[in-house]
């Protein structure tokens, strides 16, 4: 089955704990992207790939950082997590970039606390 | 600051109407357009895309675009109870590099009435 994963799919952990939010999709998508989705705010990305060792800042990127050392994963990593990061979190991936009408896959969502 | 605009709701419509859903975008370089639905606390699912000036049908889903006007509407005739759901629309600024991104707008929560 076509998908994409994250885990853990729940996490409450305490200010400054370094977590790491595993993505992982098994559709052979060159893009995949990192969005955080806060009531009021809507979806706001965070970081982009556009393939392997390729990233690039999205919309909202301070506190995060990311890395595509394999074509299938996309960890997002929160070095000193603050509890304005509290957010629901979605990772997603889309087929090569270039078509613009490709469909983004979203995995099932990491509610993230931080306390 | 690429901007899509949508009204937050919620939009409230009786079992059986037509469920009107706007959008507006404000990057004329924009060159398709997303429809997603979500489910509170679920991921967005993919409705409908569309490119090209016009309507495009998919059941009972319509989208429309008018590029001139920098608006994308959404219309769900027949709408029923499970249609209740949060209605996001995104913008692509595609083909090339810019399609890498999606922006996308805050959502429209419809609800429908049985």
């Known amino acids: 089955e076509a998908q994409v994963t994250q885990n853990p799919r729940y996490l409450i952990t305490v200010t400054g704990k370094k977590l790491t939010v595993t993505c992982s999709q098994n559709m052979n998508h060159e893009y995949m992207s990192w969005y955080r989705q806060d009531p009021g705010l809507g979806l706001r990305q965070i970081y982009y790939?556009?393939?392997?060792?390729?990233?690039d800042k999205g919309d909202v990127p301070e506190g995060y950082k990311v890395s595509r050392k394999e074509k299938r994963n996309f960890p997002l990593i929160l070095e000193s997590p603050s509890p304005n990061q509290t957010s629901l979190y979605f990772c997603?991936?889309?087929?090569?970039?270039?078509?613009?009408?490709?469909?983004?896959?979203f995995g099932p969502g990491t509610r993230l606390t931080v306390l | 600051q690429k901007e899509v605009e949508q009204n937050s709701g919620p939009l409230s419509v009786p079992e059986g109407a037509i469920a009107s859903l706007n959008c507006t975008y404000s990057?004329?370089?924009?060159?398709?357009f997303f429809w997603y639905r979500q489910y509170s606390g679920k991921s967005p699912e993919l409705i409908m895309f569309?490119?090209?000036?016009g309507d495009k049908e998919d059941g009972r889903f319509t989208a429309q675009l008018n590029k001139a006007s920098q608006y994308v509407s959404l219309l769900i005739r027949d709408s029923q109870p499970s249609d209740s759901a949060t209605y996001l629309c995104a913008v692509n600024r595609g083909p090339g590099a810019g399609s890498y991104q999606l922006t996308f707008g805050k959502g429209t929560k419809l609800s429908v009435i049985p």
């Open positions: 990057d004329r370089g924009s060159q398709s």
């Open positions: 790939s556009m393939n392997v060792e390729v990233t």
């Open positions: 997603a991936s889309r087929d090569s970039g270039r078509n613009s009408y490709n469909e983004q896959f």
């Open positions: 569309i490119y090209s000036n």
